[in-house]
């Protein structure tokens, strides 16, 4: 069973910087994509930056600039550097990964249980 698990949130001083770490683990035959997406009180849930198999990367324009995407250094894990933190930025971030199965080949994506980043101004 595929799983995607978190770290990295919790509360910061608008300003400040926060890593946010996300692994998988499981049987995988591919990954397409990670990334990451975040989600505000009353609000969608957006994206906020991926990363692909070839090491292309998209980010929302609100955290162009700020935040960095980055493969992690275990094996099928993705980094979130974000600096200059807002207070818009608070949100539960969670990571995605848009892979293919291994039983079934089919594309599918996972989605970790989500972590909270809290932004005091």
């Known amino acids: 069973q595929v799983k995607l698990v978190e770290s990295g949130g919790g509360l910061v001083q608008a300003g400040g910087s926060l890593r946010l770490s996300c692994a998988a683990s499981?049987?995988?035959?591919?990954?397409?994509?990670m990334g990451w997406y975040r989600q505000a009180p009353g609000e969608q849930r957006e994206l906020v930056a991926m990363?692909?198999?070839?090491?292309?990367?998209n980010y929302t324009d609100s955290v162009n600039g700020r935040f960095t995407i980055s493969r992690g250094n275990a094996k099928n894990s993705v980094d979130l550097q974000m600096n200059s933190l807002k207070p818009e930025d608070t949100a539960v971030y969670y990571c995605?990964?848009?892979?293919?199965?291994?039983?079934?080949?089919?594309?599918?994506?996972?989605w970790g249980q989500g972590t909270q980043v809290t932004v005091s101004s």
């Open positions: 990363i692909t198999s070839g090491g292309s990367t």
């Open positions: 995605n990964m848009n892979a293919i199965q291994t039983l079934t080949r089919r594309l599918v994506d996972y």
């Open positions: 499981g049987s995988i035959f591919s990954i397409n994509a």
